[in-house]
């Protein structure tokens, strides 16, 4: 798993190319963004719930 600080920059990359693929993307490719987004946040409450960045320690 990578840390917090690799994660919140691997969001933000997933949101810009979310944000590309809602312009101009298929609905299929829109529908896979949407996917990933709903993970991504799934995981980012995750971390701030148990205050984990993942890794075993």
Sequence with gaps: MV?????DEMVDACRKAHEA????G???MQAFTKALLHAL????ARRATDGSDG???
Excluded: G
Excluded at 41 to 44: F, I, N, T
């Design 26 to 28: 298929t609905p299929e």
């Design 3 to 7: 840390d917090d600080t690799e994660f």
């Design 21 to 24: 693929v809602m312009e101009c």
């Design 55 to 57: 890794h075993d320690h």
């Design 41 to 44: 946040a799934k995981e980012a």
